[in-house]
């Protein structure tokens, strides 16, 4: 990827509580993510992962709590204004081309000059040749290019990403990891689910375990970011 | 918002036409309700007159239940409702795209149907196809407005594919009638406008477009 200059957008969760009826995904989080840091979440299915990158980016509405974006720019927001989310699934359209995807969604950003940045990201994830093709017709490695290339669109200064390996072969694990560290160094804010070490948790400067919806471990420490991630739980 | 809406229209328009998914199973599924409408009674002129109206729009509701239905169901799968909520500017563009199409989709099934519905129970349509296409126009609009809303609710809901004509048809039911009447009023020996349904098709189309440009965003939260 070939960043811009970018201003610098750190997250701070205060308090956040999520109820689906009686059941808490998230209960009293409080994070605070400086501008630039590469934040992995770590924790065993159902931990609250992606509930609190849906909250972050504003999918999805807290119980009680709130989430603030400390943007060196503009001050504090209640939402960035260029976050870029990759989820579980793949937010891309089965039954149009891999084109006609990023361009509708750069079309709906407000890019100037969508083909242009289409065209680019196309190339960037290596499906120039298929760019024709209906996203139906590829592989589940294929399709999470695109998903990454649409979340990549308006150049986030933030980028949340649910698992973003999921279905990529080990040269696509290191691509993304080769995106993300031009991201990183570029300053913007990451974070990211993961499950275990791989070259991505590589790329961290910090690491929070989520257990039944609560942080039990945040550390910036180097040495203490594999044991976070392989944490199996006392 | 007007250009997200256009541009999703087209997203809407170009899948439809890439696949005919929608079109093809509407216009299948109205001829048959039609036909089978047809062969339970003598479609002697007067007889047909009287109730053929109610007849089609009845035809008409169903097939819109079904054709509403993938609406929002489609946006599920791949989690691509998240991905427009994050970039539209404002997420009534989704609804207004939706229901244009919808809107669009229904009335092409209509206008298709039409001549085969004149042939089976023997009532002219033609001679006031002007004012029929307005009925048409603004029932299939108040269809399209409360059907997309409601399938955005049912869309997150178990049983979804139950819940949607369950809260659609009551809903509908003032549309049912005032379409109804002014079709049966067009459909006379003397041909005249029922201004009063006209009026109330309006209102029912403006006050649920409001609701839905006020509280859409809601609709569309997880």
């Known amino acids: ?234 | 918002m007007f250009s997200n809406t256009a541009v999703l229209l087209g997203k809407e328009l170009r899948t439809e036409f890439r696949s005919r998914e929608l079109l093809t199973t509407t216009v299948v599924f109205i001829l048959v309700v039609v036909v089978l409408f047809s062969f339970t009674f003598d479609a002697s002129s007067a007889e047909s007159r009287r109730f053929a109206a109610s007849l089609l729009w009845l035809a008409f509701l169903f097939a819109a239940s079904l054709m509403l239905q993938p609406c929002f169901l489609r946006e599920q799968s791949n989690d691509t409702l998240s991905a427009l909520r994050l970039s539209v500017r404002d997420p009534f563009a989704i609804f207004a795209a939706k229901l244009s199409a919808n809107t669009l989709f229904l009335l092409l099934t209509e206008l298709l149907m039409l001549p085969v519905f004149s042939i089976l129970f023997n009532v002219p349509v033609f001679p006031v196809f002007g004012q029929l296409v307005l009925v048409l126009f603004l029932g299939s609009l108040g269809v399209s407005i409360a059907g997309t809303a409601l399938s955005a609710i049912s869309a997150q809901a178990r049983m979804r594919e139950l819940l949607l004509p369950l809260l659609l048809l009551p809903l509908l039911t003032p549309v049912l009638v005032a379409s109804t009447r002014v079709t049966l009023a067009l459909l006379d020996t003397e041909p005249y406008m029922e201004w009063k349904g006209i009026g109330f098709l309006v209102v029912f189309d403006v006050v649920f477009l409001t609701a839905l440009w006020l509280f859409g965003e809601y609709l569309l939260e997880e």
């Open chain 1, 1 to 234: 990827m070939t960043p811009a200059a970018v201003s610098h957008v750190g997250i701070r969760f205060e308090n956040i509580d999520k109820r689906y009826g009686g059941l808490y995904a998230l209960r009293r989080v409080s994070l605070e993510i400086a501008a630039g840091e590469f934040v992995v979440l770590a924790g065993r299915n159902g931990s609250g992962k992606t509930t609190l990158l849906r909250i972050a980016a504003r999918l999805v509405r807290p119980s009680s709590g709130s989430i603030t974006f400390l943007d060196s720019k503009n001050g504090p927001t209640k939402a960035a204004s260029r976050a870029g989310f990759v989820a579980h699934a793949t937010m891309v359209y089965d039954e149009l081309t891999a084109e006609e995807n990023l361009l509708l969604f750069a079309q709906l950003l407000g890019i100037a000059e969508p083909g242009a940045r289409a065209e680019t990201l196309l190339a960037e994830v290596g499906l120039t040749d298929r760019r024709k093709s209906l996203v139906r017709t590829f592989s589940r490695g294929m399709r999470q290019r695109v998903a990454i290339a649409r979340a990549l669109l308006n150049e986030p200064t933030v980028l949340l990403l649910d698992e973003p390996a999921t279905g990529l072969d080990p040269q696509g694990v290191s691509w993304l990891a080769g995106t993300l560290r031009q991201m990183r160094d570029a300053g913007r804010t990451i974070l990211v689910s993961l499950h275990g070490e791989s070259e991505i948790s590589a790329l961290a400067t910090r690491a929070v375990r989520l257990e039944a919806g609560s942080v039990i471990a945040d550390t910036r420490t180097g040495a203490s970011l594999p044991s976070i991630l392989t944490f199996t739980g006392a």
